[in-house]
């Protein structure tokens, strides 16, 4: 079928973007709007001794200013998971209060909400608020918030660790170790990072007083999402709320979860009996916004003679900030620690990983959730065991992936992997990247006074996310189907596969079908985007809301053509219709639809993991006179099972190694760790990439369809990011390594590198 599953077909939304014509939260007016400005400390760690908002208050234009005397209230932001401690005990309870309570614990955090006619007007009453600050101690990195005699940045967290937490078999792994010929060991820094979506976080919301309800508009990845969070901040049941999700411009984890000013806006709302709007600037973007990463680990793999592993141990660190964010304690815990290993045949393993507390904005999940961190230590390891083993990279890999033979297998981790061919991908992506003619090209660099480098990783990723999902498919007598789902889109083309969906099982035009909007109200449930799951989820619900409207329309055929509805088969690749068997009698669907519309329903309440995988190479050419590194290439070749749109797994691949390789060559957060205050608080000293920094991406599919979902898909929205990570930094690595330098910390900028070199010398 032309436009059906597997087919490139172009996003039929691009059309609306690249004409500035979609419908953000900032483009969406109601009469009668106020906006929303939140007052951020401007220190780090401090006690509020004075706090006086009465010429705020009083300046025209103002319509309200909040302290947290006025809004202790509201529901605090807080972590919801079931993870408990290796002891069994809960943990520390730290909780974000939508205004700060008396104590700041790092800079961006909220002090008052002021509403008002305009934002220039609210900013100038920002200014009017006179806040006293009585500093106290800051500690923005792990080593100085868990040292001995360390201030307590909360009373419920003891030596500010929130959780000592761990998973694997210790015993066992001690005993491997004992039994090695090769030890390899590396530490491995996976650094803070900012989200910097496109478009910033944002809430238009006013309050119905005739139902005591709430209707809000909010840049989120998922609409029932949005609506029990705010419902929670409000201390409401989620049917006082409705949340609609527009078009959104970049989520990436961080815009699924929970943040101080939604309840704030939606309280002002009410009180002022006016619309209230608040869209972060980039400022706040990088202040307020939930972080990503930052996760130090030390890490050791035993080796046979052979160079085959018997045992990892891992002892982690994740600085989740000054507050739990939504997900944060589940980052590297539940969502990625049992990763550990990979695709690789790891006998045992033991991963130890300790949450700490610091004066720095909270963190959660990024794209990946803690996969690119796990496999990054994971391949630093493999690396580390080519120089204790002398074997090759890419055959110390080949001896220790797991085998088509092995499948079905499951991991130390407790993941069961169904379907794998994970040697394919290897051969594919060295053959690819001419591996064997590297050290040509190096020779070649090296004559012009240029160091290269070289790396090949493998990735594995757990995909699937939570388990309700809903759908519907309404034909209408016009011939146009409106379809709905719990899923958003924040990018990644959904209106686009899922129309490839509804077409290959019902033959009906793909330009005739529609996705709607987000609307909590719309489906009684629904998921949202995150952990690569819209795709398995999107198209188990929307196969049964399908087969929902074909069986409706048996029926109808069956009274149309005066026949037994098991004498009528349907055929989507006819164009939808329905058939007497061994007769031309037909009528299609979307005849029996113009009587009357047709409605079918699709809705699962299970969770489905799929582990889509792959292999990474990266070349790169690094010019010790300046430090810069130039990107030469990247290939990958992917196991993402079968592939609905090529068109759109290739874009999403292509956005993750960007994020993998800002990662790698440029992006930081950092603080100043005697007062804490961010030093890379905007574009102009934050590094993200650019499209020259990258190279023309070279993907490829290796489709090896999942048991585990009727398309047998897997997840791809995450899997750039996991693999590009390793495979960048042990790129510049080994590039460096022929100079005889080890610079293990990113991100490589060009002075970092510069620097190491110059050491060297």
Known sequence: MKFGIGQPASRVEDQRFLTGKGSYVD?????????????????????????????????????????????????????????????????????????????????????????????????????????????????????????????????????????????????????????????????????????????????????????????????????????????????????????????????????????????????????????????????ESFLADAQGRDLASEAEGAFDAQGRLLALRVSSISNLGAYYSSSGPGVHTLFSAPLLGGMYDVPVFHHRVRGVLTNTTPTDAYRGAGRPEVIHVTEQVMEAAVAVTGIDGAELRRRNLIRPAQIPYRTHGGFLFDSADPEANLDRTLAAIDYTGFPARRAESASRGKLRGISVSYYFERTGGGPNENATILVNTDGSVDTAVGTQSTGQGHETAWAQIVHEKLGLPFGSIRLAAGDSDRLPLGGGTGGSRSLIMASRVFILAAEDVIAQGLERAADRLEAAPADIAFSAEEGGVFRIAGTDRT???????????????????????????????????????????????????????????????????????????????????????????????????????????????????????????????????????????????????????????????????????????????
């Open 27 to 283: 483009d969406i007016a109601l009469p009668g709007i106020l906006i929303g400005h939140a007052l951020r400390s401007p220190v780090a760690h401090a006690r509020i001794t004075a706090l006086d908002v009465a010429e705020a208050r009083a300046l025209p234009g103002v319509h309200a200013v909040y302290t947290h005397a006025e809004t202790a209230h509201l529901g605090p932001v807080t972590f919801r998971m079931p993870l408990k401690q290796t002891d069994g005990s809960d943990l520390a309870t730290v909780l974000l209060p939508r205004l700060a309570d008396g104590v700041v614990r790092y800079v961006g955090q909220p002090v008052a909400w002021i509403v008002a006619e305009t934002r220039d007007i609210a900013r100038d009453a920002a200014e009017l608020i006179e806040v006293d600050y009585d500093d106290l101690p800051v500690m923005v990195t792990p080593e100085a918030a868990l040292a001995p005699g360390a201030p307590a940045l909360h009373e419920g967290a003891p030596g500010n660790l929130a959780y000592d937490w761990d998973v694997g078999d210790a015993a066992a792994t001690e005993a491997a170790f004992a039994g090695a010929t090769h030890i390899a060991r590396v530490s491995v820094v996976n650094q803070r990072v900012v989200v910097n979506p496109m478009e910033p976080r944002g809430i238009l919301v006013r309050y119905l007083p005739e139902t005591e309800s709430w209707e809000a508009w909010t840049g989120n990845q998922g609409a029932h999402s949005a609506r029990d969070n705010l419902a929670r901040g409000l201390g409401v049941p989620s049917d006082k709320v409705r949340c609609h999700t527009p078009d959104v411009g970049g989520g990436f984890g961080m815009k699924l979860m929970d943040h101080p000013e939604y309840p704030l806006a939606a309280l002002a709302a009410k009180d002022t009996g006016r619309p209230v709007k608040w869209v972060g600037d980039r400022s």
């Open 587 to 761: 009528v299609s669907l979307l005849e029996l639809a113009a009587d009357e519309a047709i409605f079918g329903q699709g809705r699962v309440g299970d969770s489905t993991s799929t582990f889509p995988n792959g292999c990474h190479a990266a070349e790169v050419e690094v010019d010790p006179e300046t430090g810069h590194t130039a990107y030469l290439r990247h290939v990958v070749t992917d196991d993402f099972g079968v592939i609905v749109n090529p068109l759109l797994a290739a874009g999403q691949v292509h956005g993750g190694i960007a994020q993998g390789a800002g990662q790698v060559l440029g992006e930081a957060a950092v603080w100043d760790p005697e007062t804490g205050q961010p030093l890379a608080g905007s574009f102009m000293d934050y590094a993200m990439p650019r499209a020259a920094d990258l190279p023309m991406f070279e993907t490829g599919f290796n489709e090896v369809p999942s048991t585990t979902n009727p398309l047998g898909v897997k997840g791809c929205g995450e899997a750039g990011s996991v693999g590009a990570l390793p495979a960048l930094a042990l790129a510049v690595q080994n590039a460096l390594a022929s100079a005889g330098v080890t610079l293990a910390r990113p991100p490589y900028t060009p002075q970092a590198i510069w620097t190491a070199l110059q050491g060297a010398a």
